[in-house]
């Protein structure tokens, strides 16, 4: 089992950066790649970004790339999503998950998940 717990959402004006937490916990936590979903009103869950187990691989959605960096550090059992040049698009709730696959770019391919946080970016 792990419990994920995000943090780190706020509000933020275009062109700003946020970094999100997700504190992990489970003893099998270092087992599982990590990924980074968000979810806007009225549109379906989409990735974002993906890092397997040991921090040596990292994936971006396309939309991303070049502004979000997903990190993990095994010692605090917490893996970040730093955003930099943040747009008004980027508004979402930003989901933390922990599953099997690398790099699992579906919501079904993650079998745990955190609660949220909301990220609003304003222009």
């Known amino acids: 089992q792990v419990q994920l717990v995000e943090s780190g959402g706020g509000l933020v004006q275009a062109g700003g950066s946020l970094r999100l937490s997700c504190a992990t916990s489970?003893?099998?936590?270092?087992?599982?790649?990590m990924g980074w979903f968000r979810q806007a009103p009225g549109k379906e869950r989409e990735f974002v970004a993906a890092?397997?187990?040991?921090?040596?691989?990292?994936y971006y959605a396309d939309s991303v790339k070049g502004r979000f960096t997903i990190s993990r550090d095994g010692a605090k059992n917490t893996v970040y999503l730093q955003m930099n040049s943040l747009k008004p698009e980027d508004t979402a709730v930003f989901y933390c998950?922990?599953?099997?696959?690398?790099?699992?770019?579906?919501?079904?391919?993650?079998?745990?998940w955190g609660q949220g946080t909301q990220v609003t970016v304003s222009s």
């Open positions: 998950a922990a599953g099997n696959y690398y790099p699992g770019l579906q919501p079904r391919e993650y079998g745990y």
């Open positions: 890092i397997n187990w040991n921090g040596a691989s990292t």
């Open positions: 489970g003893r099998t936590y270092s087992r599982y790649h």
